[in-house]
């Protein structure tokens, strides 16, 4: 197959060498963005139009336009790191090129073809190349998304699409050093139920967490941890994050997550842990935890560790459990060995400074 073209509109009006060094000193996550974007339309019975590297800024959208009154919007995130001898490469793109259109699948949405996502994301890196940090833990967070823009009321999937891709420049995100993080159980509110779409990466998802999260957030806490629609019992995800729990156990270290049933997110980072944790020489399972076992674990001592992980941070501890049945302290309160190593070996991966055995850096520039 040809690789799709993008058609390049360099901005006008750039910022300069000056203003970006002033804009990427301090980034933060999500709040700085690049000079230019991706954007290809879809119109159902042409396809997908061709692609435009363009200036940064609005888009028009009808007030009509289908994602505005029904939703249909998804969207993925990615990075790309400056390595050791100075080239740029993204983390496992391939991977969130599927899991978009696995998105796209459930909100009844067109796929979008793998080749033409990664030729956009080659396209946008290369361009704002400037943008690309180069300190560990540093990288160019990239967000592609799609949307519904037919101007229609009537309730059903849209005949127009838009393609987005963006990018923003992110800083570390734990700059003074790895922070645990304090979690509110909720019992209140489900993030997704079976048949739902908890397994997309769907707007509203995000949308719906937003009452809890801020319920966490009175309760004196980071992040809330969801439970299982049906029994309220078993633990799935914190906030947007795939959880970990390591055991001790007979003298072995082993590192468990909530098995995937159709309401979680399946997390690339969480995957790739997976992984990374089989080669540390742990024992890794995918299985349920309920919060009693979470519980009694902590008070027994077979769980030493818990930790969440995700593009944007890697990989966060959780230091403090708070529920309305009491909370309880893990590691003291502080990072434990397993999520430190994990980390590191990610991180020394995806910067460069490790071989990358698993093929998942794609050279971009």
């Excluded at 995130?77 to 599927?98: E, L, T, V, W």
């Excluded at 024992?283 to 818990?306: H, K, L, Y």
């Excluded at 995700?310 to 966060?316: K, L, N, R, S």
């Amino acid at each position: 197959m040809t690789t799709p073209k993008i058609e390049i509109q360099l901005s006008t009006h750039p910022a300069s060498p000056k203003r970006r060094a002033e804009l990427m000193t301090n980034p933060g996550f999500g709040r700085v963005f690049t000079d230019h974007m991706v954007v290809v339309p879809y119109t159902e019975g042409k396809g997908w139009g061709p692609g435009v590297l363009k200036a940064y800024g609005p888009i028009e959208l009808d007030p009509a336009a289908s994602v505005l009154h029904y939703g249909q919007a998804i969207f993925e995130g990615f990075k790309a790191f400056k390595q050791q001898d100075g080239s740029i490469a993204c983390f496992r793109p391939d991977a969130n090129a599927r899991r978009f259109n696995t998105s796209a699948r459930r909100l009844a949405m067109p796929d979008l073809p793998e080749d033409l996502f990664l030729a956009a994301a080659k396209a946008l890196i290369t361009q704002e190349q400037a943008w690309v940090p180069g300190a560990v833990g540093e990288s160019l967070y990239m967000r592609p998304l799609m949307i519904a823009t037919e101007a229609a009321l009537g309730v059903k999937p849209s005949s127009e699409y838009l393609f987005l891709l963006l990018a923003s420049p992110s800083g570390a995100y734990f700059p003074a050093g790895v922070k645990p993080v304090t979690v509110w159980i909720s019992e209140d509110y489900v993030r997704a139920a079976p048949g739902g779409t908890g397994f997309a990466k769907c707007a509203g998802n995000y949308a719906a967490s937003l009452v809890a999260q801020h319920q966490a957030k009175g309760q004196g806490c980071d992040q809330v941890v969801w439970l299982d629609a049906i029994h309220r019992e078993y633990i799935e995800e914190m906030g947007g994050m795939n959880l970990f729990f390591v055991y001790q156990e007979q003298g072995e270290t082993v590192v468990v997550t909530p098995e995937l049933t159709g309401s979680l997110l399946p997390g690339i980072t969480r995957d790739s842990l997976l992984q990374l944790a089989r080669e540390q020489g742990f024992r890794a399972e995918e299985r349920r935890i309920s919060v009693s076992e979470w519980r009694s674990a902590i008070a027994e001592g077979r769980m030493t560790e818990a930790f969440a992980c995700g593009t944007a941070a890697v990989i966060t501890p959780v230091g403090e459990v708070k529920s309305v049945r009491g909370g309880w302290t893990i590691h003291g309160g502080q990072t434990g060995p397993v999520a430190a190593k994990l980390r590191q070996v990610l991180l020394d991966i995806q910067h460069g400074s490790a071989p990358d055995t698993h093929g998942w850096m794609q050279k971009i520039v």
